[in-house]
């Protein structure tokens, strides 16, 4: 059973930092791709970055140059360090992990920022 589980979201006061990371568990086999994705509350979830098994990323627009995604190949792990934070960022994180054949979701981690 493939399980992907998040961790590092919290409260943290506008300009702050935060770095998040997704384990991923079990038997998975040709990853594609990792990455992040948010909702915030009476929104749809979106993009917020994403990393191909070659090393390939790309960003919202709204987090470009603030963001930055990373993964560990050996560890099937996968990061993303959040920089100078904005309310607006205030959602719920899920860690994405997409094959040749399935796409996984973790269960979410809460971002909140706020003074």
């Known amino acids: 059973q493939v399980q992907l589980v998040e961790s590092g979201g919290g409260l943290v006061q506008p300009g702050g930092s935060l770095r998040l990371s997704c384990a991923v568990s079990g038997s998975i086999f040709s990853i594609n791709a990792m990455g992040w994705y948010r909702q915030a509350p009476g929104k749809q979830r979106e993009l917020v970055a994403r990393i191909t098994t070659g090393g390939s990323t790309n960003y919202s627009d709204s987090v470009k140059g603030r963001f930055t995604i990373s993964r560990d190949n050996a560890k099937n792990t996968v990061y993303v360090q959040m920089n100078s934070l904005k309310p607006e960022d205030t959602a719920v994180y899920y860690c994405?992990?997409?094959?040749?054949?399935?796409?996984?979701w973790g269960r979410g981690t809460q971002v909140t920022v706020s003074s």
């Open positions: 994405n992990v997409q094959t040749a054949r399935f796409n996984y």
